[in-house]
């Protein structure tokens, strides 16, 4: 069976619509593939600050970080599922990704330029956004953001399953706005 990593940045943990949305669609490709899932809330993520960087430029990597990025360069899929937070993704999400980007596992480079090393061919970004911001808009910063990321590390087209104006619109709708998604990423499993 293919391998997949769930990364699970829903802050709110069971207050979350992201999750909410996510978990029917992960148990759907759990079906399809071992599933690996990293819980931020339940990572320790150090911020990438001077003493980490110079650790990590002396080849001091903890344990568990280089297996945190191992799993992101060995997974033949990988789930996100983020809020959309302050115009863009979680800060525990970036510092996730600054800790797993690590030279020779997740990117590699030659003589001019980086490239990647991942080996995930699909990429899925399920977010929830408070205002009426769409993916694509130049206010939403966290979908340009990971396809920047998925470029750098090597990995496969994203798609994004995303509700819009949650904060702005009466409960029933909400409901409906959770339906139609999970709708779409279940679409989404069956040929992810
Ligand atoms: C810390 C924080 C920052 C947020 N920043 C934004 C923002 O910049 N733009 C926006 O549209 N909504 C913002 N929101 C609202 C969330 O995107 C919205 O409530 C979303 O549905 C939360 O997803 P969740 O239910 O999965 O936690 C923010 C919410 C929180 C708690």
Redesign the pocket.
Known sequence: MKSLLYIDA???DE???????AEPIMAELTKKYDVIKLVLNELPLDVVKKPLLAKRMAGDIPQEVMAWAEAVRDADRIVI????????I?AALKTFFELCSIFDVTFKSDDKTCYGNCKAEKMLFI???????STGDE?EQATPYLKALSWLWGIGPLQVVA?????YVSPEEIENKIATAIDEGLEIAKEF
């Not at 207050?15 to 949305?21: N, P």
């Not at 977010?127 to 911001?133: D, E």
């Open positions: 829903c802050m709110r207050e979350s619509r992201t999750k909410r949305v599922a983020a809020p959309f937070w302050d115009m863009g979680p977010t929830s956004r408070g205002m009426n911001v206010l509700m819009q104006n949650m904060d």
